[in-house]
């Protein structure tokens, strides 16, 4: 079953995937893997809601796995609308597990700006920028913070 899933999974097929690692599932409830990869499908397939079941299932078996905590972070910001909060908490979570996460950094740096928070996204940026000079999102990341730093500042009622 998830043999023929990864080679659904391969060509963009995800939906046909999904009905592979579901059977999997079925057979073995526990596979860790398998639940990972049903969370990858679905989030490929643009279902963000299973797809955060999916990652949430293979969290509580691995509580540490900063790679899907991160996914799992993805799920919220990428959903309609987006729940900026929740992926900053999954974000940070994927950091505390592994400070030097790229891929967590580089989401988080993007959520904060996201939210307006220039001051903590510069410190993300910074840090981002110490794991890897090369990241290809740096050149946006800047550009983009230097659009809310530069931005009048919001008036509180």
Known sequence: QVSAAQLYYRIGRFDEALEFLLKAN???PDDYPTLVRLGDANFEAEHFEPAEKWYTAALTKK???AD???DLGLTFFLREPPDIDRAVKEYRAALEQQPKHEKALQNLTVALIKQGDAKEAQAMLTQLEAVNPSNEALPKL???LEGIS???AKKSK
């Open 63 to 65: 509580p540490d796995d």
């Open 150 to 152: 530069s931005a009048p």
């Open 68 to 70: 899907v905590r991160t």
């Open 142 to 144: 800047r550009s983009d």
């Open 26 to 28: 079925q057979l073995r």
